[in-house]
């Protein structure tokens, strides 16, 4: 079981950044491939970004491509996803996802409770 809990949202200017962080529970981190989310309302919860258990290899949703980036370090059990240039069509609720595997899925076992992320034009 992994518990999972993002911080980091809030209210954005168009243009802006923000770092979304999820913390982990449990001592095996490193084993699980970690992705991003988001679900705007009334529309499809859209995979953002998912990166591997060593951190070796992320990948990207071509919605943020360039723009956001997907970090974790394993001593903190924590993963992050720093957007820059920030539009107002990233207005969603932000998930973070956990999955113990070797590669960086789209499916995902474990889910965090999201934390809103508003850009203001």
């Known amino acids: 079981q992994v518990q999972l809990v993002e911080s980091g949202g809030g209210l954005v200017q168009a243009g802006g950044s923000l770092r979304l962080s999820c913390a982990a529970s449990?001592?095996?981190?490193?084993?699980?491939?970690m992705g991003w989310f988001r679900q705007a309302p009334g529309k499809e919860r859209e995979f953002v970004g998912g990166?591997?258990?060593?951190?070796?290899?992320?990948y990207y949703a071509d919605s943020v491509k360039g723009r956001g980036t997907i970090s974790r370090d394993n001593a903190k059990n924590t993963v992050y996803l720093q957007m820059n240039s920030l539009k107002p069509e990233d207005t969603a609720v932000y998930y973070c996802?956990?999955?113990?595997?070797?590669?960086?899925?789209?499916?995902?076992?474990?889910w965090g409770e999201g934390t809103q992320v508003t850009v203001s034009s």
């Open positions: 449990g001592r095996t981190f490193s084993k699980y491939a």
């Open positions: 996802a956990a999955r113990m595997t070797d590669y960086v899925p789209r499916s995902y076992d474990y």
């Open positions: 990166i591997s258990g060593n951190g070796f290899i992320t």
